[in-house]
């Protein structure tokens, strides 16, 4: 029974990192953009929402749609003011460029909101679900359902929108996509505004059962590279199966070894990967940069 619930805990808490995965994806497949300030704008959603829930009192899940909106607006702003200048400027530069602003968010954190960690408390945070034996977490369970909506809802997007159209062909063929009339700007304000989106849907979901502090977002560092690497550059339903199997690696290593020693397990299967299946699981050998299902 044990197992079965550090199983069943590791799938919803890696629904999140599906989400979190599927964020940078985007940016990695599309925009070719090295974003190290990802795991912060997902911090920023987190403060986002628990600001507004301590304002309105309202239901952080039903305050999601607000948060969601509030990061699209900031990232068409970061778009217009860095994004698009640092596309030009080559990998080096953009990895420079967004470490200052993840310091520059944290430490806005840290100046409004203090270090003393956060608590979102509500009627979600102590209720607990029994299925025979097994014991869910209620705001984790309703997490696992949104994750799965936003995966769909990117995933439709991707897929059946022509928005989706000129992203997939922008990431398959830049120049291709140029001469056939495609404004790249744009698929890329698009493309980064999904991927903002979708890091504060992570911080909500996330805030829900976890405080938060300034110094949170270093938690994501590795996870957001980790685990759309694991599931195939370019793969959106590989990045969500990457995810979940990342949350439960990360639950069986808690349950079973040291706290020490949670993430050792995820980076061990990780560098196997990498030896044996270095496109990951749905990637392309061809071409892990191009955006498909």
Same mark, same amino acid.
């Given at each position: ?11 919803l ?21 090295v ?7 997902v911090?920023?959603?987190? @403060?986002?929402?628990? !600001? +507004?829930?301590?304002?309105?009192? $309202?239901?952080?899940?039903?305050? =999601?749609?607000v /948060? ?6 900031l ?14 400027l ?5 990895m ?9 968010i ?12 956060r608590?979102l ?6 209720k ?25 809802v990117?995933?439709w997007?991707?897929?059946?929108t ?9 990431s ?15 698929? @890329?304000?698009?493309? !980064? +505004?999904?991927?903002?989106?979708? $890091?504060?849907?992570?911080?909500? =979901?996330?805030? /829900? ?22 599931g195939?550059l ?12 990342v ?47």
């Amino acid at each position: 029974m044990v197992l079965i619930q550090a199983l069943v805990n590791g799938l919803l808490i890696g629904a999140v990192w599906g989400v979190l995965g599927l964020g940078k994806q985007i940016v990695l497949g599309v925009i070719h953009f090295v974003n190290f300030a990802h795991g912060h704008l997902v911090l920023l959603g987190m @403060y986002l929402t628990l !600001f +507004a829930w301590i304002t309105t009192g $309202a239901d952080p899940f039903l305050l =999601l749609p607000v /948060v969601a909106i509030a990061m699209v607006i900031l990232a068409f702003i970061l778009d217009r003011l860095l994004v698009r200048r640092l596309i030009k400027l080559g990998e080096r530069s953009q990895m420079i460029a967004t470490i200052a602003l993840a310091l520059v968010i944290e430490n806005a954190a840290l100046l409004i909101a203090g270090p003393q960690p956060r608590t979102l408390q509500n009627s979600w945070s102590d209720k607990a679900v029994q299925l025979g034996g097994v014991y869910l977490n209620a705001g984790r369970l309703m997490g696992l359902a949104i994750a799965i909506l936003a995966f769909v809802v990117t995933w439709w997007i991707i897929t059946k929108t022509p928005l989706g159209v000129m992203i997939r062909a922008t990431s398959q063929n830049r120049a291709a996509a140029q001469y056939m009339g495609i404004d790249i700007g744009r698929v @890329y304000a698009y493309a !980064f +505004a999904l991927s903002v989106a979708l $890091a504060g849907v992570v911080g909500s =979901l996330y805030v /829900v059962s976890t405080p938060v502090d300034p110094s949170t977002a270093w938690t994501f560092l590795i996870l957001m590279f980790i685990v759309p690497v694991l599931g195939g550059l370019g793969s959106i339903a590989g990045t969500f199966l990457a995810g979940l199997i990342v949350g439960v690696l990360q639950l069986l290593s808690t349950t079973y070894f040291d706290i020490q020693l949670q993430d050792a397990l995820v980076y061990g299967v990780f560098v196997l990967f990498l030896v044996v299946r270095p496109q990951g699981l749905f990637g392309r050998a061809a071409d892990q940069r191009q955006v498909s299902v």
